[in-house]
Structures are given as structure tokens and as C-alpha cells.
């Protein structure tokens, strides 16, 4: 295999995607883009959902009584969490803290079953789709190589753009 620049009568990981015009080849460099841009959201996704279940083990972590308590203390000592959303949970009315502000229970988390399913489920998908794209890269199409260059671009740009504050 050689470094190429074909567009038409290229052929691509199996025999069956051969492509036989321009249109088919741009639709092809469309869907890699996208393929690629999807890479860096299904990182995201999981950093998302790690967090997600680690605010669910603080939150349970801290008896409902001592809430009130706790973030009184912290919001005096800290001065930093203004927006605080009251929402109901049962019979107790509990503070949840702004984006930033975490909770130190410290104890140790593990996720439960379910929860390890759905990370081991996300970061399947995102090898997968890693996979796929490394076999596209080894055709040595140098458009391919161009796009996927693009899409990690533009993957890193949508999806890790973030503050260091906020999550």
C-alpha cells in the first residue's frame, strides 16, 4: 500500500465500498468527518457520565440532615457558590451546589453494576469507532488522512471546550 490522492475507483477496508464516482467519495469524506467529530463526543459523553455518578455517590453520601449544615459552612467559608438551586427530594429539602463546588465525603466510590455496564458500553463504541477510523487512516488515502486530521480538529474544538471551573 502506497500513499495515494484517489478519489474514483478507490477501494476502501472491504471490496464491497468501492468507490465508482466524485459524489460517492465526498459522501464517504462526510461521513468520516462526522465519524471523527463523534470520537471526541463519546470521550466527552463518558467524562460526563463518570461525573454524573460520582455527584450521585456524593449527594448520597452526606445524611440529609447534614446538608443544610454543610453548605451553609461552605458557602461562608468559600464565598463562591451564589447560585444554589433548592430542590425537593422526599421530605427534606436539600441545597444542590453550583457547578464547582464538590463534595469531599471521603470515602471511596465504585461504581455499581449498572453503572460499569453503561461506562464499559460508552468506551466500547469509542474504540470501536477509533478502530474504524485507524483502518481508514491505513488506506493512505491522503484526502482521508485530511479529513480525519479535520474532524479530530474539529471534535477537540466543539466538545472540550470547557472552563477548568465549571464541571
Known amino acids: 500500500m502506497f500513499w495515494n490522492w484517489n478519489t474514483i475507483d478507490a477501494c476502501f477496508v472491504i471490496s464491497a465500498w468501492h468507490i465508482t464516482s466524485g459524489g460517492m467519495f465526498a459522501a464517504c469524506c462526510i461521513g468520516l468527518l462526522c465519524l471523527t467529530?463523534?470520537?471526541?463526543a463519546l470521550g466527552r459523553m463518558g467524562q460526563k457520565y463518570d461525573k454524573y455518578i460520582l455527584r450521585q455517590f456524593q449527594y448520597a453520601s452526606i445524611p440529609s440532615s447534614d446538608l443544610e449544615e454543610y453548605f451553609d459552612s461552605q458557602i461562608s467559608l468559600k464565598g463562591y457558590a451564589k447560585n444554589i438551586d433548592v430542590q425537593l427530594?422526599?421530605?427534606h429539602m436539600r441545597r444542590i451546589p453550583s457547578p464547582g463546588l464538590y463534595l469531599n465525603t471521603?470515602?471511596?466510590?465504585?461504581?455499581?453494576?449498572?453503572?460499569?455496564?453503561?461506562?464499559?458500553?460508552?468506551?466500547?463504541?469509542?474504540?470501536?469507532?477509533?478502530?474504524?477510523?485507524?483502518?481508514l487512516a491505513m488506506t493512505l488515502?491522503?484526502?482521508?488522512?485530511?479529513?480525519?486530521?479535520?474532524?479530530?480538529?474539529?471534535?477537540s474544538f466543539f466538545f472540550r471546550w470547557e472552563s477548568s471551573a465549571a464541571e
Open 37 to 40: 467529530i463523534s470520537f471526541e
Open 89 to 91: 427530594d422526599g421530605k
Open 106 to 135: 471521603g470515602g471511596h466510590f465504585r461504581p455499581n453494576l449498572v453503572q460499569q455496564v453503561i461506562r464499559a458500553g460508552i468506551y466500547m463504541i469509542r474504540f470501536g469507532v477509533a478502530y474504524f477510523i485507524m483502518l
Open 141 to 155: 488515502n491522503g484526502y482521508f488522512i485530511l479529513v480525519i486530521l479535520m474532524g479530530t480538529y474539529m471534535g
